[in-house]
């Protein structure tokens, strides 16, 4: 497969934040800036990989400054770095205030899409190489990111072994 360059995968999403997007605070709830995430990253990862996709993983997201009603949100994506069938899209969320202009930036997230073959398994990707030194940043670092959360996943797997389906945990009042 050809490789790609990063912002070949670029994608661009600007929202209002509306009150039913809000919570008691006023500032948009968190599930739904995810969801923003989620949406603009598998975007950016049927872009470059011009396959059916889905989630494999969510870094950390942290929420760095308040998004409030009567703001804009604009996500942007793109494909940071490539493994076989997997993608890791960068997501950068800014809030701006549209009567003043002051812009945050709000979140900062990586997504790991994996892209899906006809028989809904996966399938492989084109390798992503980075232009602009952002680019070169973000891909330089891919490795590493990719290595620890095979280590999160194979944690989680293990907490979902120990923990099971049942709740309580404990043996005398399991149901």
Request: glycine share 4%; with cysteine; charged share 30%.
């Amino acid at each position: 497969m050809e490789a790609k360059p990063c912002v070949a995968s670029l994608t661009v999403k600007n929202s209002h934040v509306l009150p039913p997007d809000t919570n008691n605070h006023g500032t948009l709830f968190g599930g739904r800036l995810m969801a923003h995430i989620d949406d603009v990253a598998a975007i950016a990862a049927r872009r470059h990989s011009r396959r059916p996709v889905v989630t494999a993983s969510t870094d950390s997201v942290d929420f760095l400054a308040p998004v409030k009603e009567g703001d804009t949100i604009c996500l942007e994506a793109f494909v940071t770095w490539t493994h076989n069938t997997s993608m890791e899209i960068f997501v950068k969320a800014v809030t701006e205030n549209l009567a003043t202009g002051e812009r945050k930036v709000c979140t900062t997230a990586f997504i790991t899409m994996v892209a899906l073959g006809d028989d809904n398994r996966p399938t492989p990707v084109p390798p992503v190489y980075p232009e602009s030194d952002e680019e070169k940043f973000l891909h330089e670092e891919g490795p590493r990111r990719a290595e620890l959360r095979k280590e999160r996943r194979r944690k989680s797997k293990e907490m979902a072994r120990t923990f099971g389906t049942a709740f309580p945990w404990n043996e005398k009042t399991r149901l």
